[in-house]
């Protein structure tokens, strides 16, 4: 197979997006996209391209198409309602000082 009909048939498979956790990590992170042919295939490409180092722990694929995201020129409808509910911004509570950082 050469190098023009193997770079065409990995663009036609599907495109995965990739979240790895990392061993000091709590939460997935969002490392990269691929494509491949399905989600065990995803997960086992990703393992080589995005773990190399043995840095995760776990690891999601999600296909791309499966995501949505809010839009760049809805961001003040979509979040600056919450600047008006300052219950949500807590910053006239006064925090013992055994309490630490929260």
């Not at 023009?4 to 997935?28: C, D, I, M, Y």
């Not at 494509?35 to 190399?52: G, N």
Request: net charge negative.
């Amino acid at each position: 197979m050469s190098q023009a009909t193997n770079t065409k048939a990995l663009s036609e498979w599907p495109l995965w997006e990739v979240f790895v956790r990392s061993k000091q990590g709590l939460e997935h992170k969002h490392c990269g996209s691929l494509h491949a042919s399905d989600a065990q295939h995803a997960l086992q490409m990703a393992r080589d391209v995005y773990t190399r180092r043995q840095e995760g722990v776990s690891i999601w694929v999600v296909p791309s198409n499966h995501i949505t995201a809010s839009a760049p020129e809805d961001k003040a409808e979509f979040f600056e309602p919450a600047s008006d509910k300052i219950y949500r911004h807590p910053t006239f509570y006064t925090i013992p000082d055994e309490v630490g950082h929260m």
